[in-house]
C-alpha cells in the first residue's frame, strides 16, 4: 500500500511484474479512494507552469508534443503542448529496446532519465487522456517517486480551455518553445536523481 493504491513491486532481481494478478468478484468491488495528492487537476497544472514548481512531462509522441499543422490526431480542440512542458516519451523511457519490448527498465534507469531537478519538485505526468500518463505515474511512483502525480484530464481537457495557452505549431497554438532544446528531455539521460 502506498499512498492511495497497492502496487506489487516487480519480482525481486527482475524488471518484470508478477504474471499472475488478483481476482475481482463481479458486483462485490472495493470502493476505490483516489489520494487527491495523486492527481493533478487542469487548475493545478496551470499554477505549476505559472510558479515553475513542478516538472511537467509530455509522455506522448513527439508529434503530438511538436503539435500538427493538421490537428490533434485524437481530436483535441489544438494541436501541441501545455507551456514548460518537457517531452518524455513513455515508451522509450519505460521500455527496453526504445518502447520496441516489452521489458520494463529498471527503476534506476527510469528515474536517470527524468529531467534535473526531477528529485526535488512535483512530476505531473500528462499524454492526450490520462491513459499512457496514468501507466507512467504509477511506473514512476512504483520506482519510488513520491511526489508524481497524473493529470488525468491530460490534453484534452488543457486543450478544450481556450483561455490556457498552449505552445506547439498545430491550430490554437503559439508556436515553439523558445528553449525548446532544453524541454526536449526524452532519451538524453536527464540525471533526475
Not at 17 to 26: H, N, R
Not at 29 to 53: C, S
Not at 165 to 187: H, I, L, M, N, Y
Request: one cysteine or more.
Amino acid at each position: 500500500q502506498k499512498q492511495g493504491f497497492t502496487l506489487e513491486a516487480p519480482i525481486a532481481g527482475t524488471n518484470t511484474l508478477p504474471d499472475v494478478l488478483p481476482s475481482v468478484v463481479p458486483g462485490n468491488l472495493p470502493t476505490l479512494h483516489i489520494d487527491p495528492l495523486l492527481r493533478a487537476t487542469t487548475e493545478l497544472v496551470e499554477y505549476m507552469t505559472q510558479t515553475g514548481d513542478a516538472i511537467i512531462l509530455d509522455v506522448r509522441e513527439r508529434s503530438e508534443y511538436d503539435g500538427l499543422p493538421t490537428g490533434d490526431p485524437y481530436g483535441a480542440a489544438r494541436s501541441g503542448h501545455v507551456p514548460t512542458a518537457r517531452f518524455w516519451n513513455w515508451k522509450n523511457e519505460l521500455f527496453e529496446s526504445g518502447g520496441s519490448s516489452s521489458t520494463l527498465k529498471h527503476c534506476e534507469d527510469i528515474l536517470d532519465s527524468l529531467p534535473i531537478g526531477a528529485e526535488a519538485k512535483d512530476v505531473v505526468a500528462y499524454c492526450t487522456g490520462g491513459i499512457r500518463s496514468g501507466f507512467t505515474f504509477m511506473l514512476l511512483h512504483a520506482c519510488g517517486l513520491d511526489h508524481s502525480r497524473n493529470f488525468d484530464g491530460s490534453w484534452w481537457a488543457w486543450a478544450s480551455d481556450e483561455v490556457l495557452p498552449c505552445t506547439g505549431e498545430g491550430p490554437g497554438c503559439s508556436g515553439s518553445d523558445e528553449d525548446d532544446d532544453d524541454a526536449a528531455v526524452g532519451g538524453n539521460g536527464g540525471s533526475g536523481r
